[in-house]
C-alpha cells in the first residue's frame, strides 16, 4: 500500500513537471508573437516626442515621409541619433522591427 501511494506521488509530480517545463514555453511564444503590435510601441516609446501619427513639430523629422527602408529606420531606432535615445535597452528586437514595420506601412 505504502508502495501504491509513493509510485503514484511520483507520477503526479512528474506529470507536473513535465507539465511546467512544456506548457509555459509554447504559451510564451504565442504571446509575444501576438502582443506585438507596433502601434502600441510606437504610441508607448515614440510618439511623445514624434507625435502619434509621426508628424509633431520641427524638432522631429516626418516619419509619415521619411527616406528610411526598413534597415535604415531599425538602425537608427536601436542605436538613437543626435537627440533621439538609442532604442537597444529598452526594447526587444522584435520590437524595434514591428515599429520599423509600422513606419514603412505609412509611406505606402
Ligand atoms: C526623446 C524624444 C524622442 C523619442 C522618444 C523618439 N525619437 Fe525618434 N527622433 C527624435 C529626434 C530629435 C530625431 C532627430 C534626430 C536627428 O536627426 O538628429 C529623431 C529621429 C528619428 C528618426 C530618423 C532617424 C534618421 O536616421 O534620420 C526615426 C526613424 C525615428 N526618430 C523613429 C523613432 C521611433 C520609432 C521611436 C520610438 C521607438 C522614436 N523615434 C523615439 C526624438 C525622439
New binding site residues.
Given amino acids: 500500500m505504502k508502495k501504491t501511494i509513493l509510485f503514484l506521488t511520483v507520477l503526479s509530480l512528474a506529470a507536473s513537471c513535465s507539465k511546467k517545463a512544456s506548457a509555459p514555453t509554447s504559451d510564451a511564444t504565442a504571446k509575444v508573437e501576438k502582443t506585438i503590435d507596433g502601434a502600441a510601441?510606437?504610441a508607448r516609446?515614440?510618439?511623445?516626442?514624434?507625435g502619434a501619427q509621426?508628424i509633431k513639430d520641427q524638432?522631429?523629422?516626418n516619419?509619415q515621409t521619411?527616406a528610411?527602408d526598413k534597415a535604415?529606420?531599425i538602425?537608427?531606432?536601436t542605436k538613437?541619433?543626435?537627440?533621439?535615445?538609442a532604442?537597444e535597452d529598452?526594447?526587444e528586437t522584435a520590437?524595434?522591427a514591428a515599429?520599423?514595420d509600422?513606419?514603412v506601412s505609412w509611406h505606402k
Fill in positions: 510601441v510606437f516609446s515614440c510618439a511623445r516626442c514624434h509621426g524638432r522631429t523629422p516619419l521619411i528610411l535604415g529606420l538602425q537608427s531606432i538613437g541619433k543626435g537627440f533621439m535615445p532604442f529598452k526594447l520590437e524595434i515599429v520599423a509600422l513606419i
